[in-house]
């Protein structure tokens, strides 16, 4: 099984900074992409910024210039730089990972969520 733990969500005033972070763990043989996913209240999930395992990224065209994803992989984390936040970026963010176990069953997982809440 594997396992994500997101850290860093909070409160922060527009223009300002987070740093979200998300750890994956277990019987994980190889991770492949990582991501961001955010959601609020009666929508749909949607991407955020997704990083392949050889760093190639990819951002919705909402945080393009203010958020900035990247990894670690010898921590199996993922990370993202938040920049210059409105309140239209209060939602949940779940780190995703595209994960192939050491039984070579390759799958996404989902972290739990953690809140962002951007106050105007």
């Known amino acids: 099984q594997v396992q994500l733990v997101e850290s860093g969500g909070g409160l922060v005033q527009a223009g300002g900074s987070l740093r979200l972070s998300c750890a994956a763990s277990?019987?994980?043989?190889?991770?492949?992409?990582m991501g961001w996913y955010r959601q609020v209240p009666g929508k749909q999930r949607e991407l955020v910024a997704v990083?392949?395992?050889?760093?190639?990224?990819n951002y919705a065209d909402s945080v393009k210039g203010r958020f900035t994803i990247s990894r670690d992989n010898a921590k199996n984390t993922v990370y993202l730089q938040m920049n210059s936040l409105k309140p239209d970026d209060t939602a949940v963010y779940y780190c995703?990972?595209?994960?192939?176990?050491?039984?070579?069953?390759?799958?996404?997982?989902w972290g739990q969520g953690t809140q962002v809440t951007v106050s105007s």
């Open positions: 995703n990972a595209r994960c192939t176990s050491m039984v070579l069953i390759t799958r996404d997982y």
């Open positions: 990083i392949t395992s050889g760093g190639s990224t």
């Open positions: 277990g019987s994980i043989f190889r991770i492949n992409a």
